[in-house]
């Protein structure tokens, strides 16, 4: 007989049996006071009073360091407490008796010491079932099917800890509850009362319903397709000559689509086709068109940023305005118009006779009602005759003008056929820019609709197969770019994170104490 495992389960029960003594060893060190007897305490006390004022100012050469005794002396309930006492050389192998419990645990399942004798030792029968086992494994090498793959021999549990049992799982919401209804629902049961659920299934159970008949091939034959949106839709004949308002009250009557839904809002293709020179294989030619249109347009966008940057630049020193300029600014139409002053009445002309007695006359009326004197009767029947003679000459001019367009009447239909032409021209103008706007981006935002870049190989990019070619642009750009360009969506720009309140560091407790 062979024997495995004796030593570990001695050297076990050893440390099983000594490490209580090691316990009081280390109460007795730390814990003195628990040596003394309840009787003794007083004496005790005496003696440790004179023995500590026979040395110099109470302290004995032999005495330990004070700042150690008090550290000593610390809480225990403490989590430092518990740091200290686990440096000690009892915490270290108590610690390392634990760990080696658990590992006895993990391996083997429970205890060495514990262990019953079949699982320590085995019976040696020779070398014949040695060879038998020999064949056994070389067997189930040679099989890969039987032979467990090395993922799966990582992630599965080699410890023979049994896994803690999950009590959540269990437990069932309202047991009390469920149970005191079943125990009740069998003493009904008993006295020959169902519940209603049972009742229901009974029922259902001898008056089984009718089975509802399924729709054969040939009604979906003789169902005709229709639009939905057409006019005499077949859903919306029952509803035809009903009264307006009440079908807007019974909110029967359909939402009128307004035309512009109708319309495409751009006449753009959704997918346009690149040109020739984009190819993963294109002719030199193509090749070269595409890389003048990708260079033109690099060319527009510099000329459109050194025209800002002279836009935005300083003044020369020729053109910095100086003290003199600036006045000469200021002055500027202040001299001219103080010598084209004049006199006021110099470039008055002399006055018509009947112009000059009817503002006499006015003159005189105004003094008078400045006075404050009453109009005299005279003054009434001149007014009144100036008003009738005025209305008179209105209605003459009026006659003598309609008089002189009857002779007109060749001009008038020139002036008016020329404006139609106009208007005409001006329509189809209209019509033919709307035409030509049709396929661009209109100005849905505040941004501008920007082109994508020409998404253009360089010659020395170029490659003769599609595996070693080198993608170029992005689907997801494209497409988003042909949203803005048919205008389904407005041009935008990626949004700026801006973070609303300042990052706050904090340095934690557990950090300061590692540095």
Not at 96 to 124: H, I, M, N
Request: charged content about 35%; proline content about 7%.
């Amino acid at each position: 007989m062979a024997v495995a495992g004796s030593a570990s389960r001695e050297r076990v029960g050893e440390m099983r049996a000594h490490a209580p003594d090691r316990i009081s060893d280390c109460r007795d060190e730390y814990f003195p006071f628990n040596k003394m007897a309840p009787g003794s305490s007083g004496a005790s006390a005496r003696r440790s009073k004179g023995a500590a004022d026979s040395g110099f100012l109470g302290l004995r050469p032999t005495s330990v360091d004070p700042a150690l005794r008090r550290r000593r002396r610390g809480p225990r309930n403490k989590k430092r407490g518990w740091r200290r006492l686990a440096e000690e050389p009892l915490g270290l192998e108590v610690d390392q008796f634990l760990e080696d419990v658990r590992l006895q645990e993990r391996t083997t399942g429970g205890l060495l010491s514990e262990a019953p004798d079949e699982k320590l030792f085995f019976v040696d029968t020779g070398s014949k079932e040695k060879e038998r086992s020999r064949k056994r494994t070389r067997l189930q090498k040679k099989s890969p099917l039987q032979k467990p793959l090395r993922v799966d021999l990582i992630l599965e549990n080699s410890s023979k800890v049994p896994v803690p049992k999950d009590v959540l799982a269990h437990q069932v919401p309202n047991a009390k509850k469920l149970r005191r209804k079943e125990q009740l629902w069998e003493r009904l049961a008993k006295q020959g009362e169902l519940p209603r659920e049972v009742r229901k299934a009974q029922a259902r159970l001898l008056n089984p319903p009718a089975p509802k008949a399924k729709p054969g091939p040939q009604d979906s034959v003789e169902r005709p397709f229709y639009d939905l949106w057409a006019p005499d839709n077949p859903l919306d004949r029952p509803l035809v000559g009903q009264d307006t308002f009440f079908l807007e009250q019974t909110k029967k009557k359909g939402v009128k689509r307004p035309r512009r839904l109708h319309v495409k809002p751009s006449s753009a293709p959704a997918v346009e086709v690149t040109p020739a020179g984009a190819s993963y294989n294109p002719t030199f030619e193509d090749h070269q068109a595409l890389l003048l249109a990708a260079h033109e347009v690099e060319l527009q966008r510099e000329k459109e940023a050194e025209k800002l940057e002279r836009q935005l630049a300083l003044p020369s020193a020729e053109q910095v305005a100086t003290q003199e300029t600036v006045f000469r600014e200021m002055c500027e139409g202040l001299l001219e118009e103080s010598d084209g002053e004049g006199e006021p009445g110099q470039d008055e002309g002399p006055e018509d006779e009947d112009g000059g007695d009817g503002q006499a006359e006015a003159l005189r009326v105004s003094a008078c009602l400045a006075a404050g004197e009453k109009k005299t009767e005279q003054q009434r029947r001149r007014e009144k005759a100036a008003r009738v003679r005025r209305v008179q000459q209105a209605a003459l001019r009026a006659a003598r003008l309609r008089h002189q367009e009857l002779f007109r009447l060749r001009g008038i239909k020139a002036q008016v056929a020329q404006r139609l032409a106009e208007l005409a021209r001006r329509r189809e103008q209209r019509r033919l820019r709307r035409l030509a706007e049709a396929g661009k981006p209109r100005r849905l935002g505040r941004l501008k609709y920007q082109a994508p870049d020409i998404d253009v190989h360089l010659s020395s990019e170029l490659s003769d197969s599609l595996r070693t070619m080198k993608p170029e642009g992005s689907i997801l750009r494209d497409r988003f770019k042909s949203f803005q360009r048919r205008n389904m969506i407005e041009p935008r720009e990626r949004a700026k994170f801006k973070r609303k309140y300042k990052v706050k560091l904090v340095e934690k407790r557990a950090f300061r104490e590692i540095q």
